[in-house]
């Protein structure tokens, strides 16, 4: 089955997405999400000008070699657009595999290992009392576990706090805005949150927290530390993994679960992390870590240490990602969690798509390939709107991590 075209579509529904399709001549078709946040055009740039061009001609079941070819044949390997232009060529090509064996893709990954994926939701307020009231939302609509993020007293765009109740997008200005951080208030801050959550909800609901990488090793080790009452799920990118060994720190003094990986692009990013067994959830994603093919790789490394996966799923993620990644969820013999961001009633409708929810679980469905596809005529009707993401200073006015 031969590769004839591919093409590179741009939408925004709400929010800018980057599709990549692949057609046959036997008539299919798949398609891969290629998306990064903010940068779109660069992906864009990178496959039109320089991926596409080779995949004509291809025998597209061959996926694997075709995945070697690109990552091997870059000589510049790695890096977020690199790696997401793999993804969206390996997912679309995973998608015509699984259509032309008639088959959901999960079957070819090895079938299902659980009935359904685990997702938690992102309830958010500009106060403490407001986030309570969002997690009890969630709660009533059948979540299970609830990521609670809140304003904090005296700063300026915490992260987590944004438009939306059911969804965060942070993406709004097509220059960066600027936020002000307080390391000092938010760690005074965020323990009394979780203290009224349990007080409020009890020991049932899974609670989860997202730091984004604000803090330095230490302050993280506190913060896990004052969190450890509060039996959190996992406590998300506590402090910037470029350093990994910096989380042997943070491992010393907490027994809070430790998850990271959302910005990883390979399993080089990782190894250290997963073989000394400082985390206990993998977050990398199908987008930006190659696709599903290496999301195997890190997946079978991370089950040697007993590190669960528990994928990234915001809102700059398309309905074409989460559609690879539940199937890739269902199949995973060490799944921990998926986050669930809901899409707006305008992407669900650019991307038709079979996975479904209830009960606090999410179900890829049973049509052939990962279910997701794009309507190309409505696709049209949006286009692409420059939007950054913000950045963060310290008050005294210093660059720190957003």
């Known amino acids: 089955m031969k590769i004839t075209d591919a093409k590179v579509i741009v939408t925004c529904p709400g929010r800018n997405f980057v599709t990549l399709k692949i057609l046959t001549d036997q008539g299919l078709h798949g398609?891969?999400?290629?998306?990064?946040?903010?940068?779109?055009?660069?992906?864009?740039?990178?496959?039109?000008?320089?991926?596409?061009?080779?995949?004509?001609?291809r025998?597209?079941?061959?996926?694997?070699?075709?995945?070697?070819?690109?990552?091997?044949?870059?000589?510049?390997?790695?890096?977020?657009?690199?790696?997401?232009a793999i993804a969206a060529v390996d997912t679309a090509l995973w998608d015509i595999k699984a259509k032309a064996a008639g088959l959901p893709l999960y079957q070819l990954l090895g079938g299902a290992s659980r009935d359904g994926v685990l997702v938690?939701?992102?309830a958010n307020g500009a106060d403490i009392e407001?986030?309570?009231?969002?997690?009890?939302?969630?709660?009533e609509m059948g979540?299970?576990?609830?990521?609670?993020?809140?304003?904090?007293?005296?700063?300026?765009g915490a992260y987590g706090v944004g438009m939306g109740g059911l969804y965060y997008e942070p993406a709004d200005s097509a220059l960066p805005m600027e936020t002000v951080w307080s390391t000092p208030a938010y760690l005074d801050h965020a323990p009394r949150l979780f203290e009224r959550l349990r007080a409020n909800y009890g020991p049932e609901i899974e609670l989860l927290h997202d730091v984004h990488h604000r803090l330095t090793p230490i302050e993280a080790a506190r913060l896990g530390k004052s969190l450890e009452p509060y039996r959190l799920f996992w406590m998300e990118d506590?402090?910037?993994?470029e350093n990994q060994e910096a989380f042997r720190i943070v491992r010393q003094h907490t027994t809070t679960p430790l998850a990271v990986g959302e910005i990883f692009n390979s399993i080089h990013d990782c190894r250290t992390l997963i073989?000394?067994?400082?985390?206990?959830?993998?977050?990398?994603?199908?987008?930006?870590?190659?696709?599903?093919?290496?999301?195997?790789?890190?997946?079978g490394l991370a089950a040697l240490y007993q590190v669960r996966t528990g994928a990234h799923g915001a809102t700059d993620l398309s309905p074409a990602c989460m559609g690879a990644a539940l199937?890739?969820?269902?199949?995973?013999?060490?799944?921990g969690i998926q986050e669930y961001m809901r899409h707006s009633e305008e992407t669900d409708a650019v991307f038709p798509h079979a996975y479904s929810f209830a009960d606090g679980y999410l179900h890829p469905g049973e049509t052939a390939g990962h279910g997701v596809d794009i309507d190309e005529t409505l696709a049209a009707k949006y286009p692409y709107d420059p939007k950054q993401l913000p950045v963060a200073r310290l008050t005294d006015g210093s660059m720190w991590n957003w």
């Open 327 to 335: 199937h890739f969820d269902l199949w995973v013999p060490n799944f």
């Open 238 to 241: 506590c402090t910037p993994a």
């Open 120 to 122: 938690y939701g992102h």
């Open 31 to 57: 398609i891969g999400d290629a998306t990064l946040n903010g940068r779109e055009k660069a992906v864009v740039a990178y496959l039109e000008d320089h991926v596409i061009p080779l995949l004509i001609g």
């Open 275 to 299: 073989e000394e067994q400082l985390i206990d959830f993998i977050r990398t994603t199908v987008v930006h870590a190659g696709g599903i093919t290496h999301l195997r790789q890190i997946a």
């Open 143 to 156: 979540y299970k576990a609830v990521r609670a993020q809140s304003g904090v007293p005296g700063v300026k």
């Open 130 to 139: 407001e986030t309570v009231d969002a997690v009890g939302r969630y709660q």
């Open 59 to 84: 025998d597209a079941h061959r996926v694997e070699d075709i995945w070697q070819f690109l990552y091997r044949g870059a000589y510049w390997r790695r890096g977020p657009v690199t790696m997401s």
